[in-house]
């Protein structure tokens, strides 16, 4: 069946990038999701990107999408202490009533 | 505009109790969803449903049964609760169409002794 995955933790110093990845195995994945999900919080959408684009960039962040070895990363430039959470990658695609698969979600631990 | 609402925010229940969680959405979106959360197991979708009257079945859907009477609200319940129960519950919403995202809930902090 359709899978997600994700490395499960990420620790980065304060000011350096962070690049969370995320593989997933259906072919006919049409939107790729990060959410974003602080403590005690629900999970909020940062960014999406279309399966037949392979970049996308939106101030800090920036989404890179190599379809044909289905990987999916998420660069935060100058990661920031309030960046510390877990980042869950999804997909989604025509013909599952618009379910999300979902990743497990990699805790990012920004040091000062 | 409150979004997606969830009631209650805790709750503590002894094993056999029933009770309902009330997700109420007033963006009038179509899909809604009931997930579990547990520690290293993500998010599980337990059901969803396509619009008013209609609800179906998720990846882990057994001791759990829904209800949507009205467009704006999804309904989640447990009729004799268990401690494998004990999660955080969050509902979210979608309008129809592609490209758009879930809007989540708070969540359900749900402790079941």
């Known amino acids: 069946g359709e899978d997600v995955e994700q490395s499960l933790f990420l620790s980065v110093r304060e000011g350096d990038s962070s690049v969370i990845n995320c593989t997933y195995t259906d072919s006919s994945s049409t939107y790729l999701y990060w959410y974003k999900q602080e403590p005690g919080a629900g999970l909020q959408l940062l960014t999406y990107i279309f399966s037949n684009m392979d970049m996308k960039q939106d101030q800090r962040l920036t989404v890179l999408l190599n379809k044909k070895d289905k990987h999916l990363s998420l660069r935060i430039a100058d990661t920031q202490t309030g960046d510390s959470a877990i980042y869950f990658c999804?997909?989604?695609?025509?013909?599952?009533?618009?379910?999300?698969?979902w990743g497990l979600g990699t805790s990012l631990a920004v040091n000062p | 505009n409150a979004g997606v609402t969830q009631t209650p925010k805790f709750r503590v229940l002894k094993t056999g109790q029933s009770m309902t969680l009330l997700c109420a959405q007033d963006?009038?979106?179509?899909?809604m969803y009931w997930y579990r959360q547990d520690p290293g197991m993500g998010l599980r979708l337990i059901h969803y449903?396509?619009?008013?009257?209609?609800?179906a079945k998720g990846e882990v859907p057994d001791g759990y049964n829904v209800s949507r009477l009205k467009k704006q609200n999804f309904l989640l319940g447990l009729e004799s609760a268990a401690p494998s129960q004990t999660s955080v519950y969050f509902c979210?919403?979608?309008?129809?169409?592609?490209?758009?995202?879930?809007?989540f809930g708070a969540g359900t902090r749900l402790s079941v002794l």
């Open positions: 999804a997909e989604s695609n025509a013909g599952n009533n618009r379910k999300l698969i």
């Open positions: 449903s396509v619009g008013e009257g209609t609800t």
């Open positions: 979210a919403s979608r309008p129809y169409g592609q490209g758009v995202d879930q809007y």
């Open positions: 963006m009038n979106h179509e899909y």
